[in-house]
Structure formats: structure tokens, C-alpha cells
């Protein structure tokens, strides 16, 4: 993120990166202590793999401060705190790529936590931070609604998406210095000002700490050839939050491989789904809508891919073909199979690797990322 590269850099501090999609989480640890890293920031898929590998009594003695971006659950917060120094925060924030950082809450090592997942914390700049409901009016109080902030510091809109820019976006009428931005995040406010996050008033969800529109993934799909309609919904699995397209085609032959390579050419890798579905018809409401609710789960079955089955072999095949299935959550993938075809993408790809490490005793290379 561009807060962190420019965060660091102006104020003087060493900038590390780390590649995940190139090295394994296993040396994630290793890593942040050789490099001191005091100020992280991770996505909390890989919080989670990392917390999986810290033995007990291990402590990052140079962290003091951790940011997950993504949903993150309280008892991951209670683990990650046994692995950091008395004095370390843990950072919880509501942010959008129109702004910034707009909620942020801060953990400390003493703090008490309850419930299963964190709120997102308080306004950083209460006077800036609004609560409407539905009819547009502010909610003062405890209450349900959406996100709205004044600020001089807005995305100018959104390109070539006018529509969407009025919709989202107005000029202040009391100071046109400010505008006015509807995020768009629909939240509940406590008693005592803290926010929890309840989900979307829109077609956006969060997708490995990116935001993502199902319409545009949806528009995109629709352009390729054979294709008649589509819904793409998201689906929470074991691990993660994925993209699930459902597919009219006007022809019968059918592959996900060809879809994916397909949408990989305009779309970035995030953005493509995680599976397709075809289906002979969209199940619709009776005011022709897609009824989302009623599109049917994608099941444990193999994805149609241009490889054909090759059944596992050998004893370690059998291994690996079994962390496979139990990660994807599908019945059999076969040995000719691409892990990324399958659904899988670089955060699973990370715990793919750990996990067939750890059974085996073996070392998969770095190069597995690049050429899998």
C-alpha cells in the first residue's frame, strides 16, 4: 500500500519486503527476525499460516507494531500477542481505496477481548465520520447504517464510471473546500462509540484484502465468447473468502481452464473466480433478477479442466493429492492438475506449501510459485 512504502520511506525508516508468492511462510519467521522488522503489515490469510508454524514461547522481540488487513478473528489477535513484546499494538482498521484509513482500533497487550470477531474501531476523526441509514438521514447514537466521511482528501471518483461517482461522491454545499463520500460499509455503532462491521450495501466485497466489484467481474465474463449470462457471487470457505461464477454458455463445451486463462488477459489475478459453475439457467425472482440466494453451492466435485484425470499412484502422490483435496475442499484433483486451476491462489498456494513440508520432510522451491 502506498501508506506503507511512502510511511516508511519519508520518515526515514528501512522499507523490507516480502514476496509470499516466492518464498514459503515457513521462512516468514525467520525473515522478520533476521531483518528486525518492528512494523508489520499482513494480510490475515497469512497471518494465520504464520501463527501456525511459531512454537511455543517464541517471541519477535523487535515487533511493536502488526496491522492484518482483512477480517480478522479475535483468537487470532489472543495468539499473535503470546508471540510479541509487552508493549506491541495490534492495529484493527476500517479503510477503503477512496480514502483511507477512516476506523482503527488499537490493541494493546492487556486489553480484554470478546466475541469471535474484532469490531473495527472508533472514528479517527469523529467530527469527520457520519452514520446514515437507509432513508440518507444521520443516526446519532447507537445504531445500524452505512459509513459516510467528509474530507478534503477523496478519491476524485472512480474512471470512466460517472454513474457510479454521483452515486458515491458529492460536493459539500456547506464548504466546497470538503466532499462527501458513502463507503458503502454498512456498520453498527456501540454505546460507547465503537464500530463493528456488518457487510456491504453493494455488489463489493473484500477479496485477499482487496476490494473487488462482482458487477465489473461479471461485465468481464460476459464479454468472452459463448458466454449468455453470469452471476458471480462470494462464498466463505475453511480459509478464505472466494469468487464463485455461475455460466449460461451458448455452447455445450465447457472449461474452466479456457475461462480462467481467458479473464487472467483483463482482469488481475484476484479478481478472477475461484470456480465456475455452468448452468442450463439462472434461477431469477419473479421481477426477472438473478435470485443469488438460490444458485446452487459448487460442491466438492472437480472443476471441468482442459487436463484430463490422471489418478494418483504412489503412496506420497496419495499425500499429496489428499492436502489438495482437504485445502480446495474438493473430492479427488488428479496429478496432472494445476493447483491455481483448481481455485487455489497464492495465499492457499503458501499453506499448500507449508502443509506438504511438514508431512513429507521435504522442500518444495520457491520456483513451484513461478512455474507450478
Known amino acids: 500500500a502506498a501508506a506503507d512504502i511512502y ?39 497469512i497471518l494465520r499460516q504464520l501463527l501456525d508454524v511459531l512454537p511455543a514461547g517464541f517471541r519477535f522481540e523487535h515487533l511493536r507494531y502488526v496491522r492484518p488487513s482483512g477480517r480478522t478473528r479475535v483468537d487470532e489477535v489472543r495468539r499473535l500477542r503470546c508471540h510479541l513484546p509487552p508493549d506491541a499494538i495490534v492495529m484493527h482498521q476500517l479503510t477503503s481505496s477512496e480514502t483511507t484509513a477512516v476506523l482503527r482500533l488499537a490493541i494493546r497487550s492487556d486489553d480484554e477481548l470478546a466475541g469471535e470477531t474484532l469490531p473495527v474501531g472508533y472514528p ?90 462482482l458487477e465489473a467481474v461479471e461485465a468481464a465474463l460476459a464479454r468472452l465468447p459463448g458466454v449468455q449470462e453470469t452471476a458471480v457471487i462470494a462464498q466463505s470457505t475453511r480459509h478464505d473468502t472466494v469468487l464463485v461464477a455461475y455460466i449460461c454458455m451458448a455452447a455445450v463445451d465447457f472449461s474452466s481452464t479456457l475461462l480462467r486463462t481467458a479473464l487472467a488477459q483483463e482482469l488481475p489475478a484476484y479478481m478472477v473466480p475461484a470456480r465456475f459453475i455452468c448452468m442450463d439457467a439462472l434461477p431469477r425472482h419473479a421481477n426477472g433478477k438473478v435470485d443469488r440466494a438460490s444458485l446452487p453451492p459448487p460442491g466438492r466435485s472437480r472443476p471441468e479442466l482442459a ?66
Open 307 to 372: 487436463a484430463p484425470f490422471v489418478s494418483p499412484r504412489s503412496e506420497l502422490e496419495q499425500q499429496i493429492a489428499g492436502i489438495w483435496t482437504d485445502l480446495l475442499e474438493m473430492d479427488e484433483v488428479g496429478m496432472e492438475d494445476n493447483f491455481f486451476e483448481l481455485g487455489g491462489e497464492s495465499i492457499l498456494a503458501m499453506r499448500m506449501v507449508l502443509a506438504a513440508e511438514q508431512a513429507t520432510g521435504g522442500h518444495v522451491p520457491p520456483d513451484y510459485f513461478r512455474s507450478p
Open 124 to 213: 479517527i476523526e469523529p467530527e469527520q465520520v457520519t452514520l446514515v441509514g437507509a432513508d440518507g438521514e444521520p443516526i446519532a447514537g447507537e445504531g445500524e447504517g452505512e459509513v459516510v466521511v467528509r474530507s478534503r482528501y477523496l478519491a476524485r471518483g472512480y474512471w470512466r464510471q460517472p454513474e457510479l461517482t454521483a452515486q458515491r461522491f458529492q460536493v459539500d454545499p456547506a464548504d466546497r473546500r470538503y466532499r462527501i463520500f458513502r463507503m458503502g460499509d454498512l456498520v453498527r455503532r456501540r454505546a460507547d462509540g465503537l464500530f463493528d462491521l456488518l457487510g456491504r450495501n453493494d455488489q463489493q466485497v473484500k477479496i485477499r484484502g482487496y476490494t473487488v466489484n
Open 7 to 45: 510511511g516508511a520511506l519519508l520518515n526515514g525508516a528501512t522499507l523490507a519486503l516480502y514476496r509470499p508468492a516466492q518464498q514459503s511462510v515457513g521462512d516468514l519467521r525467520d525473515w522478520l527476525s533476521a531483518s528486525q522488522v518492528t512494523m508489520l503489515h499482513l494480510h490475515s490469510g
